[in-house]
């Protein structure tokens, strides 16, 4: 499985940005998808995810109400649309397949098997 993240930026505050998830290889219309970020010195962090064709959605409280996440299942791709943007949301954004081992909640690292590299959003004030 490839994860390819993309669309990251320098933006102001208030700014939106859609950040794109491009998976490849043994995925699904299905697949259990989540969002991450890191934070310059802190751990990476729980964002949102996406079950199912989207009939469970979680996001993280810092987030929900602001950033929405979505799949288009012909492209394969899983979007995460933040507006309203802060410069606390200054991170490297990072997605990622949920395991078949391990998946509980969604809201840990340890839970997803394939992640991507990352995509840098900055947010200035």
């Known amino acids: 499985v490839e994860v390819v993240e993309s669309g990251g930026g320098l933006v102001q505050a208030g700014d939106s940005l859609k950040l794109s998830c491009a998976l490849s290889?043994?995925?699904?219309?299905?697949?259990?998808v989540g969002w991450f970020r890191r934070a310059p010195g802190k751990e990476r962090d729980f964002v949102a995810l996406i079950r199912g064709n989207g009939e469970n959605i979680g996001y993280d409280d810092s987030v929900n109400g602001r950033f929405t996440v979505f799949r288009d299942n012909h492209l394969n791709t899983v979007y995460l649309h933040m507006n309203e943007l802060k410069p606390e949301d200054t991170a490297i954004y990072y997605c990622a397949v949920g395991s078949t081992r391990t998946f509980r909640s969604g809201l840990h690292p340890w839970e997803y098997d394939y992640w991507g590299r990352g995509t840098q959003v900055t947010v200035s004030s």
């Open positions: 290889g043994p995925t699904s219309s299905t697949t259990t």
